[in-house]
């Protein structure tokens, strides 16, 4: 957990104070003095955008890149140093911690940010910190960063997206500038109402999908996300490969892996496609492919039409051996103790269940029955006795992943209640 320290200092008339996050102490906008009501939102109150919510969302990160320069860096030269960048860096809390706590002489970092308060205060933490060859600082539009590495030859290895609100704006750019042979791609989003359906016409302008709220909007969120950066991808001739795929905390987080080449672009259109359900029983259904509609009615025909969302990312979200080089970091970064069991518990439950996309709401499906709910791992043992795969999902604390029907799991519900 962040911890606020009492150390504070005046910079350029930017009141900040001491804080320690992980094993780094920074200087970030003293919410003591910015934030005057208990009812304002600290971090837009503050000069510089600082979240100490998010304080997870930067251990994925760190993990993130400890398991990507063991798995997938390679090296040309042995001099070759690792170059990370974060494009809209505010504080530079997570560009410093990369430094601070992966230790890497190899890793070498640049923030950026187009607000000029933000630049005062990373270079005031970089003096602070005393870093000085490892670390450069910017001050550009991220678009304009982009672009500029581009004609330059400065290839990054790893781009951080962390914007307030939507990515959708630096995906294009971003994509076309990491390394094309086996880059990382960390993607955060932030406006999460549109990608789980509230708003169905912002949903289409920004990400090309029709999406409406379903009983698995967060994983929807998160597929259809993939399903953007995928698409901008393939225009510039490259993939992007899903390494792990979270919603928490309203936020979604993405790791993915950047591949160059048609072929391997048009590799990403076969993991695309539709997804229906039924409104009244819940029961969904999918089908790869642009071409392929899925079914328009539910199975039990008096149930009606079902309702229609797409286009999706509907291949793995997870990739097991990355995910679980992440799981062995975590003791190694000292992750704090609650973050820690958080992230052992998304990683655990999504990977039992790694090739089933989607999952039930078992507590919607008894409310429907108007029957009580059994424990959700009783019911998940009772299902893989049946010899179904069933595991519980992050996405919703009462979601059951299996590849079992709703029928099936009415059934099974009824004769548990029962005995």
Known sequence: MVEFLRETVVVDNLHLRKIREGKTEIFVPDPFYYVK?????????????????????????????????????QPKKEDERILYIEALAGTGIRGFRVLNEIKNPK???????????SIKIMKFNASYLKIESDLTITNYDANYLFLRLRNTGMIPDIIEIDPYGSPARFIFNAVRCIKGKGGLLLVTATDTAPLVGKFIEAAMRKYGCFLVKSPFSKEMAVRA????????????????????????????????LVLRGRKEADKFWKEIGWVSFCNICTQFYFSKGLQNRPRELCEMEEHGLTEIIGPLWLGRIFEEEFSREMLKKIDELSVNPRNAKLIKRIFEWELEAIDIPF????????????????????VINSLKSKGYKASRTHFNPRGIKTNAKVRDIVILLKHMVNQ
């Open 37 to 73: 009501r208990k009812n304002e939102y600290m971090p837009t109150s503050l000069p510089v955008f600082y979240n100490p919510v998010m304080e997870v969302n930067r251990d994925l990160s760190l993990l993130a890149i400890k398991a990507y320069m063991d798995l997938y860096w």
């Open 225 to 256: 996300l993939i399903y953007f950066i995928g698409r901008e991808a393939s225009i510039l001739a490259r993939r992007i490969v899903p390494l792990f795929a979270i919603f928490s905390h309203h936020f979604i987080k993405l790791a993915l």
């Open 107 to 117: 890793v070498k970092v640049l923030l950026n940010d187009i607000n000029k308060l």
């Open 359 to 378: 999952f039930y709401d078992l507590q919607e499906i008894a409310r429907r029955l108007r029957m009580s709910i059994p424990s959700i791992n009783s």
